[in-house]
């Protein structure tokens, strides 16, 4: 039970970490941008680690939880999530075009298209 809890905590862990990272890196640009020029639409990309998941798992067991969800904020924060691309990138799964592809149906959602790629629900 305890390690699935570890993975649970780093799991959260990594969001929280990459989410720091994304916020910091926004309003570095933003102070960084020309007042005249700057815009409203700075996105911010948070995702979540698997590695820094099973990484935090193994520290969490032996340390506990709390130290699981520490190392999946460390990692989250280092950008543990390029590493993931570069392992699914080897596995031959082209993670730029699944997040092309999320990314434009997300926008046709938004837009109001009625086939946004979800399937119906009846």
Do not use: C, H, Y
Not at 60 to 72: D, E, K
Request: aromatic fraction near 4%.
């Amino acid at each position: 039970m305890r390690i699935l809890f570890s993975i649970l905590f780093a799991l959260v862990g990594s969001v929280v970490g990459g989410a720091v990272r994304a916020g910091v890196k926004v309003a570095e640009e933003r102070v960084a941008a020309d007042p005249d020029t700057a815009t409203s639409e700075m996105t911010i990309n948070i995702t979540a680690s698997p590695v820094a998941a099973l990484a935090g798992a193994v520290v969490g067991t032996i340390l506990g939880p709390s130290m699981g969800f520490w190392t999946g904020v460390t990692l989250g924060a280092a950008g543990m999530e390029r590493f993931d691309t570069k392992l699914l990138g080897s596995a031959g799964i082209d993670v730029e075009a699944l997040v092309q592809r999320a990314r434009s149906m997300a926008e046709s959602q938004m837009a109001g298209a009625p086939d946004a790629g979800e399937p119906e629900m009846a």
